[in-house]
């Protein structure tokens, strides 16, 4: 029988990496953390994100702890970059999302660009995800994310019995 639920993601500067936390804790799951060996920092780490989100690198990413097919649920998270997919995530989707049961995605931005990374992950995935998130870059700086956490959290839940 799988287990219930899983949370992957990538974060750069730590951002998506809360948020990501708060609906590991809302949907009681399993965290999975994308890396890649060579973490991005600095100026240089920016620019070369830059660059791997317009060109759609796929760039090398560790070895993972957790099988999303072990689970029935796998939330893949992630920033988006330059209005772009972050490109490690884009690596962890094609090498193990389409493993997954069932999908949702969820991301944080500075502006706009949820759709164009939601399809791209979509067609990595080979399914549509039954829910996303998108938290601005704003909803972060006011910690004003929470209900929107817990929405999202709530509708991948199954329903409790009356």
Not at 2 to 15: E, F, H, I, Q
Not at 80 to 106: C, E, H, N, T
Not at 118 to 131: D, G, I, Y
Request: glycine letters at 6%.
């Amino acid at each position: 029988m799988p287990k219930p639920n899983l949370v992957a993601c990538y974060s750069m500067t730590g951002n998506t990496r809360r948020i990501a936390d708060e609906v590991t804790i809302a949907l009681q799951a399993d965290g999975e953390d994308i890396r890649e060996p060579h973490p991005r920092r600095g100026l240089a780490g920016v620019l070369r994100a830059l660059f791997d989100a317009l060109t759609r690198r796929e760039p090398p990413i560790e070895s993972i702890r957790r099988d999303p097919s072990d689970y029935d649920l796998l939330v893949l998270s992630g920033p988006v970059w330059a209005g772009r997919l972050a490109s490690p995530v884009r690596s962890y989707a094609r090498q193990r999302a389409a493993k997954a049961r069932r999908i949702a995605f969820m991301c944080t931005e500075g502006g706009r660009g949820e759709a164009q990374a939601f399809a791209e992950l979509s067609s990595l995935c080979r399914r549509t995800p039954e829910a996303t998130l998108v938290i601005t870059a704003e909803q972060i700086k006011n910690a004003n994310y929470h209900e929107a956490v817990q929405r999202f959290a709530s509708s991948l839940l199954p329903a409790k019995p009356s």
